[in-house]
């Protein structure tokens, strides 16, 4: 595995040990998981606990006021130089945490900040919809009303992973409170509890590729919330200082993905650089822009609380760069691979098709060059 570009900054530091122990981790126990993982026979349930063991979803938790997710994001980017799925699975955990650890309901972050950062309890984030919402795509798929003590809430979400009967996840209603004296069309972000009978989890049709992720279609049938799991109302303002967090967290993904391409490439130089001399990408081209990616990726998670309109054009052109990247570097990885990668028992071909998925997931390329272009 290569070695991460970011600097050992203080010997007292833990978060270099964690990043070192997560990549051992994937190195020895992830990868032998990571075909059946793919193929949906697996869901690395007991692994995700033991990551946060070594502490890999506490590392971004604000410390009395600032946050830095440069060691979250490099830990994904080593899960993700070995499965893809696993990368994001952490960055659904990742993502929970950081929505406990910026929400004023000091209840809930009671309740719920050190049971997801240490990895007891794991689960994901229900925000697709939503941020497509907030950016005039679609339309908000749940309601609530107001009812004594919380809101009930109803509506389906056709996509929600990293979850099971035992696990939760955060989300967006409308509220839709009719003749009730409330706000109707205001917005309230909450946990949902997927051991909760009101909701059903039911398994999505089989994807191209990452199908062990834990994913479902999540319904909701008169769900009562209680104030209790709420966290924050009204949500835009909470939506605008989570979302470079919820955005640059994304990035492990693609970076890891990148890395074990461009290894890739290295591996077939031997028997086939003869001939790939030829192909127009080379690995060296994916380095640098890798290595340009990541400069930017640790700088601008060292602030993921910065309100300049500027910093967040930044992180929303790094999250659309890398996306195109992740599916570029694939397509070349498979390339130079030649007719060895088209076989299944060969990881370039999942490689590519985790690659898409860097691309499509929420904010997807289009989304981000729509964003882009609404300024």
């Not at 049971?115 to 908000?140: H, Q, V």
């Not at 909450?190 to 039911?202: K, N, R, V, Y």
């Not at 028997?271 to 990408?281: A, D, E, I, S």
Request: glycine content about 10%; charged content about 20%; overall charge neutral.
């Amino acid at each position: 595995m290569g070695s991460l570009a970011l600097s050992r900054v203080a010997a007292q530091d833990p978060a270099p040990t964690i990043t070192d122990e997560v990549a051992r981790l994937a190195r020895q126990e992830l990868a032998p998981l990571a075909s059946a993982i793919d193929a949906g026979s697996v869901y690395p349930g007991e692994f995700l606990r033991r990551l946060g063991k070594t502490g890999a979803w506490s590392s971004h938790v604000p410390q009395e006021g600032p946050a830095d997710l440069r060691w979250a994001i490099q830990s994904m980017a080593a899960l993700g130089e070995v499965c893809g799925a696993t990368a994001f699975m952490a960055w659904c955990q990742n993502t929970l945490v950081w929505y406990v650890a910026n929400s004023t309901n000091v209840k809930l972050a009671a309740r719920f900040g050190n049971c997801f950062s240490s990895g007891r309890a794991l689960g994901g984030t229900g925000l697709s919809n939503p941020m497509k919402s907030f950016f005039g795509i679609e339309r908000l798929k749940l309601k609530g009303r107001k009812v004594d003590g919380g809101y009930v809430v109803r509506g389906a979400l056709p996509w929600v992973s990293n979850l099971g009967p035992d696990h939760y996840f955060g989300t967006i209603f409308e509220r839709d409170d009719d003749g009730t004296g409330g706000e109707p069309g205001s917005t309230v972000m909450f946990l949902a509890d997927c051991s909760d009978p009101a909701i059903t989890l039911t398994p999505c049709k089989p994807f191209l590729a990452m199908d062990g992720t834990g994913t479902y279609s999540v319904q909701f049938r008169d769900v009562f919330v209680p104030d209790e799991l709420i966290l924050a109302e009204p949500a835009a303002p909470f939506v605008k200082r989570i979302r470079a967090g919820f955005i640059l967290l994304q990035t492990g993904m693609g970076l890891g993905l990148m890395r074990d391409c461009i290894n890739i490439m290295d591996e077939v130089h031997a028997p086939l650089g003869h001939v790939n001399r030829y192909l127009p990408q080379q690995p060296v081209q994916f380095r640098e822009l890798h290595a340009e990616f990541e400069k930017e990726a640790m700088t601008l998670a060292s602030d993921p609380y910065n309100a300049d309109d500027s910093y967040w054009r930044r992180v929303v052109a790094l999250r659309l760069r890398i996306g195109d990247a992740s599916v570029a570097v694939a397509h070349a990885a498979m390339l130079h691979c030649g007719a060895r990668g088209y076989l299944m028992s060969h990881r370039a071909q999942r490689r590519l098709r985790e690659a898409y998925f860097v691309a499509i997931v929420t904010p997807a390329t289009k989304q981000l060059r729509k964003m882009l272009a609404d300024g």
